[in-house]
């Protein structure tokens, strides 16, 4: 069973970082792209980044020059540091992996940005 499993979130101030990770387990397959999304609250889910195999990187302009996806394709996994955190990035974070039969989202982690 595939499972994606994120760790990494938290209570930061304006100004710190965070690094969010993504572990994809239950699969000897390569996902062709992973990416994070964030839902905050009363707002629909959306796109922050993604990250294919060959490394083509997309990111929400909110977040761009801010944060950073990489990832380990030995590892299957995915990695999204965050920088300069804004309370407007305040959400929780998932992990997805899409596939064409569906997408694999992961339970996701908070991160909260607060003075």
């Known amino acids: 069973q595939v499972q994606l499993v994120e760790s990494g979130g938290g209570l930061v101030q304006p100004g710190e970082s965070l690094r969010l990770s993504c572990a994809a387990t239950g699969t000897p397959f390569t996902f062709n792209v992973m990416a994070w999304y964030r839902q905050a609250p009363g707002k629909e889910r959306e796109l922050v980044a993604g990250?294919?195999?060959?490394?083509?990187?997309k990111y929400a302009d909110s977040v761009k020059g801010r944060f950073t996806i990489s990832r380990d394709k030995r590892k299957n996994e995915v990695y999204l540091q965050m920088n300069d955190l804004k309370p407007e990035d305040t959400a929780v974070y998932y992990c997805s992996a899409p596939t064409t039969r569906q997408t694999y989202w992961g339970q996701g982690t908070q991160v909260t940005v607060s003075s």
């Open positions: 990250v294919t195999t060959g490394a083509e990187r």
